[in-house]
């Protein structure tokens, strides 16, 4: 009977550390294409935990890989002037490029990527004293890079560039947060079938070019809110909501550009309030 205790506990603990051994090689594994992606684009650049700066959202198992949406919020006193979005394992990483203007109050802002497999989406911040924090969360998705449009291509190209913006009229008092006071929100949609090149025309069986928005520039007046620049890994239609904060300056300006020099601009003036 000691004998088999004896066996009994030697092969739980082979199985307990067996499975401590599988979970550091799956943790290793999920974090082996940030290795790669922090020496191309922060080599030699400290970046430190940004948890108690910076929150990052999305669904741990995404409905839709090809459009998932992504929420940053930064904490009360946080200021950054860039962030860096990425899809780890997606073909392009980089998802997209954020920098701030003297018109953003906040670097609250939430948009919607594609995800090609399973995979961290993660933020690299940079404060305004030049330090870095990441955050990221791990999303169950596939092949959102080569799925089909949702929409007819065709259909698609002929309303390329139309723009919609929607305002949202102040949180009441007494359910904002402190960073929220006084601010206003807004949301920018732009039609645009962002092909990411790896998507198939099911007719032909070619592959269809990439084409998508690399650009986009909010400001309000002359004042810069925020800089995109984008790629395949935003969705399709892509979609920003941000911050602002009416300075009585001006209306709500939105220029963006794509890979193929295309060119879109509206203005709104802003309501809502």
Known sequence: MRALKLFVFAFSLMALV??????????DKREKAWGDLKEEFFENVQIADGNALLSIEA???????????VKI??????????????????????????????????????????????????AVA????GKHYMVKTYV???????????????????????????????????TSTPQQSGLREAQIMIRHPNTSGFQMDQVTMLYIPAHYVDLI??????????????????SEDPNL???YRDTGKG????????????????SWPITGS
Do not use: W
């Open 18 to 27: 067996s499975g401590q051994v599988f979970s550091a090689n799956a943790a």
């Open 59 to 69: 669904p741990t198992r995404a409905h839709d890989a090809a459009v998932v949406p």
């Open 73 to 122: 919020t930064a904490k009360p006193g946080a200021r950054f002037k860039r962030l860096v979005l990425f899809v780890d394992e997606n073909p392009i990483p980089m998802a997209a490029d954020f920098i701030f203007g003297k018109a953003s109050p906040s670097v609250s802002f939430s948009t919607r990527v594609r995800v090609n497999s399973y995979s961290y989406i993660r």
């Open 126 to 129: 940079e404060a305004e004293d």
């Open 140 to 174: 169950k998705a596939s092949g959102g890079c080569s799925a089909p449009a949702s929409k007819d291509l065709a259909a698609a190209k002929a309303q390329i560039g139309r723009m919609k913006l929607r305002f949202f009229k102040p949180a009441a008092p007494a």
């Open 217 to 234: 520039e909010v400001r309000q007046g002359q004042d810069l809110v925020m800089k995109v620049e984008g790629g395949i890994s935003l």
């Open 241 to 243: 909501r941000f911050y």
């Open 251 to 266: 209306e709500i300006t939105v220029n963006a550009s794509d890979n193929e020099d295309g060119k879109f601009s509206r």
